[in-house]
């Protein structure tokens, strides 16, 4: 690995004057660490490291010159990598579907106390769609049974996942006639961890079968369950102009960063910073006002539901606190970089950490309690306010930062849409308007750009390039997670976009009046993709497969990433990863992910690091796709 491919070079301002102060202040961030560590382990690059017994750990080596390369017990270099990738996908599945049972407790627990159900028309609907009786109930009747209902999704006996209806049937069927059609959440991942024990599958594609299982419980599953019931109880995002970078840090104010991944904190935090008696301490305390501001997926999610600032993505979390102007750092879960302990100490930042299930030593712990969720917050901002005074002269909060709009949720989109050919916004909404412009190639088709940031890769530059060149080739790109920061703080979701797209996404994107880039949310929200795809097929009478359309994820570095990326290639999508999977020790799981398992589900894994190349094999892949469907 280049030295210099590891620093940061094509950063945004805001960051590279930010990584110039960490090195003026002594703090090692990301970028550091990853130039020590070099080089990086071959065998664990290439997934051919095996501890999961201890006669490990195992490399790949001969025992005798003529003879397979083995571990001690025999494992071959198909079984170690398929064993660490599949384990890999679980704990990605696990991750996110976590996250869709605390949100499916919060939701019953909202609906025992009587508390606000924001979105009432999505709860009824989905009550209709899971054959709940909704006539005569109340709201509150209808969460607790809607909720409940989710939750038995995680280890229901018998059957199949309630969201799997949502597929075309043609997928149904590949996924039956696999047997890898999500059951329940928690069982699919249980027998992930048990197939891969010591001594038991040994079998590459059979293990990867187990793994797609697991994956597709997330997306069609726990992330599912996440992001719709997140939508009936705090709302469904709406289109609206919200700014982004760590340009968004007030210097006059107490700053609170909400960083990790669930909403229940983060509305929590939205309502207590807006209490006036919070306001009026903030004030006594020597601020001007509170300020809140969300980074990683949670700033997703309140961005896309309250306009809160977006301060940044994954490799600029050290960053916000080596601004010096940050009060408390509050985190949940995902994505915390232990090292905010140690760089929170050289300033005044409290890291405040919330979840039970994710503490970090050195950080202030204030339990998140959901059934007291806004007591907790007015705590967790009053320790932020009182923590004003400590902020000392070191402070440099960059300038920049950018306007876009996000809160393009399925319905936003199908909405937005929907003013292709009609004058007045279907009420009820339909796809058709969609699915005309791609047909007749105004839209070529459209590309998802999700993931994170990863070392191995200039911060941010590979999401920002291949939007770019995608949109310049009437590629309509929707994007999440931390690839949906790089996009808003390039601009890609402004106005001013429109520019830089091909002559028909820019006539779409002004009659519409959306952006080319449009902001879908957090990583669990790329069920909503996987919901809108279904509901295209179905509407045209083919399968995901068929459709024009691919995603990439070319910064990726989480387990989540790895659920999501197979989840997509089972679901029938082409998906580019920017960063090699470690599973190049084995050419045969590689020939498998990357090829066979094409002729399988219609979809697979393709590695290119250059985001351009991304770009070509993506619209290279569209124009195939439009040709089999002749349009
Ligand atoms: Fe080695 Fe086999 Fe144990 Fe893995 S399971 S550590 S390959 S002996
Ligand atoms: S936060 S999973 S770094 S996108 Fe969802 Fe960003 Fe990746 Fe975490």
């Known amino acids: 690995m280049q030295q210099e491919k590891l620093m940061c070079s094509g950063c945004d301002s805001a960051t590279s004057v930010l990584i110039e102060k960490a090195k003026r202040d002594g703090i090692e961030t990301v970028w550091d660490r990853a130039l020590a560590m070099q080089p990086q382990c071959g065998f664990g690059e290439m997934g051919v490291c095996c501890t999961n017994c201890s006669m490990g750990p195992c490399r790949i080596v001969k025992v005798s010159p003529d003879g397979p390369k083995m571990g001690i017990c025999g494992a071959t270099e198909d079984t170690i ?16 579907s976590d996250h869709g049972r605390d949100i499916a407790e919060a939701l019953l627990f909202a609906a025992e106390k009587k508390a606000p159900i924001m979105d009432e028309k999505k709860l009824r609907a989905l009550a209709k769609e899971w054959g709940i009786e909704t006539e005569g109930s109340s709201a509150e009747e209808l969460a607790s049974k809607v909720a409940g209902e989710a939750l038995k999704e995680f280890g229901k006996p018998f059957g199949h996942l309630r969201f799997v209806e949502r597929a075309p049937q043609k997928r149904k069927e ?33 293990i990867m079968n187990a793994a797609v299982r697991a994956a597709l419980s997330d997306g069609w599953g726990g992330s599912m369950i996440g992001t719709e019931l997140s939508d009936i109880l705090f709302g469904t995002p709406v289109p609206h102009e919200v700014e982004a970078n760590l340009g968004v840090l007030k210097k006059e104010c107490v700053n609170i960063v909400v960083h990790g991944h669930e909403p229940t904190l983060s509305e929590a935090l939205v309502l207590a910073v807006n209490d006036p008696d919070l306001l009026e301490a903030a004030k006594q305390h020597g601020a001007q006002g509170i300020n809140l501001v969300g980074m990683c997926c949670t700033g997703n999610e309140v961005a896309m539901r309250h306009g809160i600032p977006m301060a940044g993505n994954f490799f600029q979390q050290e960053l916000a606190v080596v601004t010096g102007a940050v009060e408390a750092m509050v985190v949940d879960v995902q994505c915390i970089m232990p090292s905010l302990s140690q760089v929170a100490r050289c300033y005044h930042t409290k890291l405040i950490t919330t979840s039970p299930k994710a503490k970090v030593p050195g950080a202030v712990h204030m339990e998140f309690d959901e059934k007291n969720s806004v007591e ?17 002269g070191n402070v440099l909060i960059p300038e920049e930062k950018s306007r876009g709009k996000v809160g393009y949720s399925l319905e936003a989109i199908i909405r937005a849409l929907d003013g292709i050919t009609n004058t007045f916004a279907h009420p009820s909404g339909t796809v058709k308007p969609l699915v005309d412009a791609i047909k007749s190639g105004v839209l070529r088709g459209a590309a998802a750009i999700v993931g994170c940031n990863n070392h191995r890769v200039p911060h941010d530059r590979s999401h920002v390039v291949l939007a770019k060149e995608l949109i310049k080739n009437d590629v309509l790109v ?26 028909g996404l820019a006539t779409c994107c002004e009659l519409l009046n959306i952006p080319p880039v449009l902001h879908m949310g957090s990583c669990v929200d790329i069920s909503r ?103």
Not at 174 to 186: C, F, L, Q, T, Y
Not at 561 to 587: K, M, N
């Open 529 to 631: 993709i996987l919901h809108l795809l279904s509901i295209m097929a179905n509407y045209m009478n083919v399968d995901i497969k068929d459709l024009p359309v691919a995603a990439a994820a070319p910064e990726w570095m989480s387990e989540k990433a790895l659920s999501i990326g197979t989840y997509a290639v089972a679901s029938g999508i082409y998906v580019v990863l920017g960063v090699a999977p470690q599973i190049t020790g084995s050419e045969n799981l590689t020939r498998h992910l990357t090829s066979d398992v094409e002729s399988i589900y219609g979809g697979r894994f393709e590695i290119e690091s250059d985001p351009v190349q991304t770009a070509r094999k993506i619209i290279d892949h569209i124009e195939a796709k439009r040709r089999q469907l002749d349009i």
């Open 81 to 96: 990598a398929a064993r660490n990738l599949a384990r890999s996908i679980a704990a990605g599945s696990a991750a996110h």
């Open 376 to 392: 907790c917050a007015r705590k967790i901002v009053m320790e932020a306010i009182m923590n004003f005074k400590n902020r000392t």
């Open 478 to 503: 929707v994007t999440t997670g931390c690839g949906a920061h790089a996009c808003i703080k390039a601009g890609l979701m402004s106005e001013d976009a429109v520019k830089l797209c091909g002559k």
């Open 174 to 206: 590949i996924w039956e006639g696999m047997n890898v059609a999500p059951r329940a959440i928690d069982r699919d991942i249980v027998e992930v961890l048990h197939s891969t024990h010591m001594g038991c599958d040994a079998d590459y594609r059979n």
